[in-house]
């Protein structure tokens, strides 16, 4: 393995190990309460030089495979670190059942007990990994006073909270798909043969069966995610939000702009700060699994957390490092949101202009949405392979959205912070979509996606509809165009709305629905945007 060793220090840029002689232990048996047993794998350099701290990693999508081989378990266990990988209850060989954020707590606390009892740990454990990995660390992150450290990189305390408010379709219902197949024989390989029956899956009504017709059978996490809301108890033991304050390990998050769990982290970031836990923040231009955001990561882990664990003082850097799109540059900061940038409106107008001028009387934009030829989604924070920043022109000449711009701007505009959206809309259904973005358009037209939100709205005749974007820090340049789009969908990324009011699960009937999104002095619709 020493040439994968050199492979993966250079392409990820890490400083040279102290060996590249590792042992991996396979399958160590650990003991659950409830008489459960996880299996783990132990990794440590061959020629350990006394006590180690501990990387704790608790996946559910095995212990082998480029991430931890290559990765996580090897690039630690070469730096000094004992890493413990942990298959988590009802995958890759862990007894039990996996139910999705609902043990994780229970049996990361019963790993930490089991951990305390192994003679070669040294009292001195770091959490760490991505996305699941991550909310692992939040499982155990309150009640883990043996933990002296964390790295969160794209991911969140309120997991399944994020995917389903709103109800996030394609990221679900592919992550369903993946955990329900991914111990099968050459599960890669079939996950692309199997690629169109998830897309005719996603596109068929009754949405409750698309599990059915891809998997043949019922995947209870996809049929729970369909019935229950983001405000449902069901969710009570997987929402750790309520937990963030009580948390005093210090951790330094490491998001993507491009990531579905960005806001949701930026938040978590300013709450741990306000408690008083020391902390740093990270972002860069990424989407959900970069290599950019797992090199990051990495340093975090070996230079930051390890420091902790050491008991030594981190290398000084600002508490907040940003990578500002459209300058191309990363920033350093002293807080989040930063100061400095005032929150400016911007008003939609009824000839598809946008500006800081109060809009005057006229007649409101109109378009129709049909949910059986949606308005679909074109980049933003995917799961699948087209997420990030993607032309928009195609979209945009749909009828179904609407787009509003300003004229070229005569100078740079710097927009760091939370991005926020109040419209007036009239509908003739009872149950609609909002969906609004924020666009750069450069000098030769291109208009690309920088930040969205979409919101469910039971309109009541001119209906206010609040939208929070997701945060970003981006520089408009002098010439372009700030855009905005608003539409009523974005397929699949966001279940279409079948219009009737009826549960995702069971609607069968699709209803176009006949909008109109007023902009006049009663009604200025707006968006609000943090700039310098």
């Known amino acids: 393995m020493t040439l994968a060793s050199h492979f993966v220090e250079r392409f990820l840029r890490l400083p040279a190990p102290h060996t590249r002689e590792v042992n991996v232990h396979r399958d160590q048996r650990i003991p659950m309460p409830d008489g459960v047993?996880?299996?783990?794998?132990?990794?440590?350099?061959?020629?350990?030089?006394?006590?180690?701290?501990?990387?704790?990693?608790?996946?559910?999508?095995?212990?082998?495979?480029?991430?931890?081989?290559?990765?996580?378990?090897?690039?630690?266990?070469?730096?000094?670190?004992?890493?413990?990988?942990?298959?988590?209850?009802?995958?890759?060989?862990?007894?039990?059942?996996?139910?999705?954020?609902?043990?994780?707590?229970?049996?990361?606390?019963?790993?930490?007990?089991?951990?305390?009892?192994?003679?070669?740990?040294?009292?001195?454990?770091?959490?760490?990994?991505?996305?699941?990995?991550?909310f692992t660390q939040w499982a155990i992150a309150a009640d883990a006073p043996q933990v002296k450290a964390m790295v969160p990189q794209v991911t969140s305390a309120r997991l399944t909270i994020g995917f389903t408010r709103p109800y996030s379709l394609d990221g679900l219902f592919r992550w369903s798909v993946q955990t329900a197949t991914q111990e099968q024989s050459f599960a890669l390989l079939r996950s692309r043969l199997r690629e169109r029956a998830v897309v005719r899956a996603m596109n068929t009504a009754p949405l409750g069966e698309a599990d059915l017709r891809v998997l043949g059978r019922r995947w209870p996490f996809f049929a729970e995610t369909l019935a229950h809301g983001p405000d449902d108890p069901h969710w009570a033991r997987g929402d750790l939000g309520a937990t963030v304050e009580e948390v005093r390990i210090p951790a330094s998050f490491v998001a993507g702009w491009y990531d579905l769990f960005a806001g949701d982290q930026l938040e978590e970031y300013r709450r741990l700060v306000g408690a008083g836990t020391p902390a740093r923040l990270t972002v860069g231009p990424w989407v959900h699994g970069a290599m950019g955001g797992m090199r990051a990561a990495l340093r975090e882990g070996l230079d930051w957390a390890g420091a902790h664990a050491r008991g030594e003082q981190p290398a000084q850097r600002a508490s907040v490092r940003l990578f500002v799109l459209g300058q191309n540059r990363w920033r350093d900061f002293e807080s989040w949101p930063p100061p400095g940038y005032s929150p400016t409106s911007y008003y939609l107008h009824g000839d598809g202009s946008l500006g800081t001028e109060h809009p005057a009387d006229g007649e409101p934009s109109r378009y129709r949405y049909d949910p059986a030829d949606p308005t679909p989604s074109v980049g933003g924070p995917l799961l699948t392979a087209r997420k990030g920043a993607f032309d928009q022109r195609k979209l945009e000449a749909r009828p179904d959205v609407l787009t509003f711009s300003t004229a070229p701007l005569t100078a740079d505009l710097e927009v760091i912070g939370e991005v926020t959206a109040k419209v007036w809309l009239r509908s003739s259904r009872p149950d609609t979509d909002v969906f609004v973005r924020l666009c750069d358009v450069d000098r030769r037209g291109r208009s690309t996606n920088i930040c969205d939100a979409l919101v469910n709205v039971r309109p009541d005749g001119i209906t206010p509809v609040e939208l929070r974007l997701s945060p970003t820090a981006y520089r408009f340049r002098t010439g372009h165009r700030v855009r905005v789009q608003v539409s009523s969908g974005a397929h699949p990324r966001f279940a279409r709305n079948p219009g009737s009011g009826e549960p995702l699960a069971t609607a069968l009937s699709l209803h176009p629905a006949d909008q109109e999104l007023f902009h006049d002095r009663e009604h200025p619709s707006t968006v609000t945007l943090p700039q310098a």
């Open 37 to 134: 047993v996880l299996l783990a794998d132990h990794w440590t350099p061959a020629h350990a030089p006394g006590e180690l701290p501990t990387v704790l990693v608790r996946c559910p999508y095995g212990r082998s495979g480029p991430m931890i081989d290559n990765g996580i378990g090897r690039v630690f266990a070469e730096r000094g670190f004992q890493v413990l990988v942990v298959s988590t209850r009802g995958t890759f060989g862990s007894g039990g059942e996996f139910a999705p954020q609902v043990n994780e707590r229970e049996d990361g606390l019963a790993v930490l007990d089991w951990l305390e009892r192994q003679p070669w740990y040294d009292g001195r454990v770091v959490l760490f990994g991505p996305s699941y990995l991550g």
